[in-house]
């Protein structure tokens, strides 16, 4: 199957301009459904890292434009259309921000790693996965059934009371190794 599409999109235009636009849409496609393949199993009571107090605004260094599937615009208060203190809480611990976005009662998580080394800036991504092999370890009080459009539902588990050892558990489950970058 994939061969056939490979072949009809390979050579089945005869104008480069035609080719360009298609390659192009391919590639946004399959980018966007990665991404939202990668979306997160895991939402919690609490947003993430407990004990952790919450940032009152983003740093001026990290404020600007960045392309992830979409551009996204960060301010001293908002990420993308998502408001600081409203549906949203960042907080801070070594260099992980933890963008926490209240959904339904609860909040799904995304953490960004940023590196930064002289002229180097790099942001790494990251979602929470609990796997059937080690949901035991967590306190789970609940679970309930999403569905991200492809099909099936999934199971999302509700999560409390997590450690930092927990946490970093879930967000080592997440192997697409997502990147940020900064266009401006």
Not at 98 to 110: F, I, K, P, R
Not at 127 to 148: A, C, M, Q, S, W
């Amino acid at each position: 199957m994939l061969s056939i599409i490979l072949y009809f999109v390979l050579f089945s235009f005869t104008n480069i301009n035609q080719y360009n636009l298609i390659m192009r849409k391919l590639i946004f496609l399959i980018a966007v459904v990665l991404t939202l393949a990668s979306c997160t199993n895991v939402s919690f009571v609490k947003s993430q890292p407990e004990g952790v107090k919450p940032l009152t605004e983003i740093p001026e260094n990290l404020q600007g434009t960045y392309a992830f599937n979409d551009t996204i615009i960060v301010t001293s208060n908002t990420i993308g259309e998502d408001t600081l203190g409203k549906n949203l809480i960042v907080k801070k611990r070594g260099n992980f921000y933890y963008l926490n976005y209240l959904e339904d009662s609860v909040y799904s998580l995304t953490v960004v790693k940023v590196v930064k080394c002289l002229s180097f800036e790099g942001f790494d991504v990251f979602h929470p996965k609990i796997t059937n092999d080690n949901k035991e370890i967590f306190n789970v009080v609940g679970v309930r059934l999403k569905n991200y459009g492809f099909g099936d539902d999934s199971e999302e588990y509700i999560v409390d009371d997590v450690s930092v050892v927990q946490l970093s558990k879930m967000l080592s489950k997440d192997k697409n190794n997502l990147k940020l970058t900064r266009i401006k």
